[in-house]
C-alpha cells in the first residue's frame, strides 16, 4: 500500500485526540521514513511535517464504516469495550501518485457526526447544466 520494500524504514505515529481532557479519536499512521528522515519532526501535525520537507498530499481516499471497540482501543477512548465506533483509513498521495500516509483512525460514535457536500468540477457543472463542453 505505502509502496515501500521490506528493507525500508516507516514512522508509526499514534495519536489520540482530546477535546477538553475528554478522548475523541485514536489515530495510527504510517509514513514511509524518507518522507519524515526524522521522527523528531513531526510534532503537532504530520501534514506540517511532511510539508516542511516539501511532500505536501495533495489528494487523499477515506473510507468510513462502522465497528465495534475492542478492549484496548475502548480503554484509550474511555468507553466499554463492544461500543461503536467510526473506522476512518485515509491513503494520502503525493502529486506525482506515491503513497504518502497511511492513517487508520477511530472516532466515538457518540461524538462525531460526519457530513459530506461533494461537489462538482466547475467543468463537470457547466456540461451537467447543458452548456457545451
Not at 495519536?15 to 519524515?36: N, S, W
Not at 498521495?93 to 457526526?113: H, M, Q
Amino acid at each position: 500500500m505505502l509502496g515501500v520494500s521490506p528493507r525500508d524504514s516507516v514512522f508509526r505515529l499514534a495519536r489520540l485526540r482530546l477535546a477538553d481532557g475528554v478522548p475523541m479519536a485514536m489515530e495510527r499512521a504510517v509514513v514511509p521514513a524518507r518522507f519524515i528522515g526524522d521522527a523528531a519532526r513531526v510534532s503537532d501535525s504530520l501534514y506540517a511535517a511532511l510539508d516542511a520537507g516539501g511532500w505536501r498530499p495533495v489528494r487523499a481516499l477515506q473510507r468510513l464504516r462502522a465497528l465495534v471497540l475492542g478492549a484496548a482501543d475502548a480503554a484509550l477512548l474511555g468507553l466499554p469495550e463492544g461500543s461503536a465506533a467510526l473506522d476512518v483509513h485515509r491513503i494520502a498521495y503525493l502529486a506525482d501518485g506515491r503513497c504518502v500516509e497511511y492513517t487508520r483512525s477511530f472516532y466515538r460514535s457518540d461524538t462525531y457526526d460526519f457530513v459530506a457536500e461533494p461537489t462538482l468540477l466547475p467543468s463537470a457543472r457547466r456540461h451537467e447544466e447543458g452548456s457545451p463542453r
